[in-house]
């Protein structure tokens, strides 16, 4: 089944304490995509990667740090999680033709007290 | 650079009404759009895309879209509103020609069917 993983779903952590949320795929996919979810915000997009180690960042890159390793995996990585990162979080990945469909994760709700 | 804009946050209709939430974009070169689906506590879900094909596109569970590049618009309609399409509607533009790999989103309308 093709599947976008996203682990953990939910994570309470506090200021300063660096965290990483995993984002695997088994798609084979070549992009793949990090992006947060805020109310009245829509997704904005932090990173994305082309390829194995190919990243830029989105329009909200502050803050965090990605890696792309192997095709499969693309962390997202909180060095110093701050107040203003609590958001719901989103990795998506796709193929690289425009007919391939954009598979996204369930979600990692991330709260920083 | 491309972008989209969803008019409305919130869409109320009743049960068999006509949905329509609206998506007008801005794009430089011909664009590539979506409309996405969120069920609450759920990731998102391709609903339907125009790729130049066909300006009218049919997409999933009855919704369907019409590209309209005079007005700059992919509006997405519903004839008959069920209980069920209560969710969060994302329209979306590629930004890297045509894949999803980089999207930009709306700000996402909810809509809530009424019984």
């Known amino acids: 089944e093709a599947q976008v993983t996203q682990n953990p779903r939910y994570l309470i952590t506090v200021t300063g304490k660096k965290l990483t949320v995993t984002c695997s795929q088994n798609m084979n996919h070549e992009y793949m995509s990090w992006y947060r979810q805020d109310p009245g915000l829509g997704l904005r997009q932090i990173y994305y990667?082309?390829?194995?180690?190919?990243?830029d960042k989105g329009d909200v890159p502050e803050g965090y740090k990605v890696s792309r390793k192997e095709k499969r995996n693309f962390p997202l990585i909180l060095e110093s999680p701050s107040p203003n990162q609590t958001s719901l979080y989103f990795c998506a990945s796709t193929g690289a033709s425009m007919n391939t469909e954009a598979f996204f994760g369930q979600g990692t709700r991330l709260t920083v007290v | 650079a491309q972008s989209v804009t969803q008019l409305g946050s919130h869409v109320s209709v009743s049960e068999g009404a006509l949905v329509l939430l609206r998506c007008n974009y801005s794009s430089s070169v011909p664009p590539y759009l979506f409309w996405y689906v969120q069920y609450p506590n759920q990731g998102l879900q391709l609903l339907l895309k125009y790729t130049s094909a066909a300006t009218l596109v049919k997409g999933i569970n009855g919704f369907e879209a019409e590209f309209k590049k005079s007005e700059t618009s992919f509006h997405l309609t519903k004839p008959s509103a069920h209980m069920s399409d209560a969710a969060e509607y994302f329209c979306a533009v590629s930004d890297h020609g045509g894949s999803q790999g980089n999207l930009i989103f709306g700000k996402g309308t909810k809509l809530s069917v009424k019984p």
């Open positions: 990667s082309m390829n194995v180690e190919v990243t």
